[in-house]
């Protein structure tokens, strides 16, 4: 109920009140900002990307990227010295993403996830990437632990971004490398597809009818959790001990 209280007339304008109620902040004022959901206040109309890092602590700025949040859930990367206008329209939050990961390694960061998407993968506390293949667009979460009972205890875990999400829905499930049962039992619906130049093993699995791809609820959060059902139900189909005929 707190954001009910800003106006327009405010000497500080709330940049996120302004965005979800369609309003266009004014100049000549002082702005409130939230960078990772800290909120700070702004005597300029623009700063630089890596001004908004040094505002929140981020230093060096160099160790850190930043992402500014949208109206409609579209993140997009600050450069360091891009400008940003505090007074154009939608600017809802920004986000800072650590750049200093294991062995001096950047994971790729080809497009920009919806910011919910990149919080629950930050969740896993796992590597994970974005990449660009081929005209098509895939998460990586980088050694996806698996369930007892097949061949690897890791592996990498692809997701393809269809176009159109978070509208359009998820499908299917892709490992590096295949992998397979240890006790010699099949996979069914088991097919190779090569992603960033490398042969992965493509799931078919697909949500029912009767529990379909619910737009504004389903994300990457409800669909990477499929992937150890899926993995786990192919023991209940067919258990150990049901040799093949």
């Known amino acids: 109920m707190e954001n009910l209280q800003f106006s327009l007339e405010d000497k500080i304008i709330d940049l996120e009140w302004c965005s979800k109620h369609g309003h266009t902040p004014p100049k000549n004022r002082k702005y409130r900002i939230i960078v990772d959901r800290e909120k700070y206040v702004v005597h300029s109309e623009c700063l630089t990307g890596k001004e908004i890092l040094s505002l929140a602590g981020k230093l060096p700025v160099e160790k850190f990227q930043l992402r500014q949040k949208l109206k409609g859930g579209v993140v997009k990367t600050i450069a360091y010295e891009q400008v940003v206008c505090f007074t154009e329209p939608g600017i809802e939050k920004f986000k800072t993403l650590p750049l200093d990961q294991t062995e001096g ?10 910011e919910e998407d990149a919080e629950y993968l930050d969740s896993l506390n796992l ?115 049901a040799l093949s005929a």
């Open 105 to 114: 390694e950047v994971p790729k960061r080809d497009f920009p996830l919806l």
């Open 127 to 241: 590597v994970w990437e974005t990449i660009n293949y081929q005209g098509g667009q895939w998460v990586l979460i980088i050694d996806y632990p698996l369930p007892i009972g097949y061949n690897v205890e890791i592996a990498t875990l692809a997701i393809r971004i269809a176009p159109g999400y978070p509208i359009s829905q998820l499908d299917m499930i892709y490992f590096y490398p295949a992998i397979s049962r240890t006790d010699g039992q099949p996979i069914g619906a088991l097919t190779p597809l090569e992603i960033d130049g490398r042969l992965f093993q493509q799931w078919s699995r697909h949500r029912t009818g009767e529990n379909p791809w619910r737009p504004g609820i389903d994300n990457l959060s409800t669909h990477v959790p499929l992937a150890d059902v899926w993995l786990k139900q192919e023991f209940i189909k067919r258990p150990s001990h």
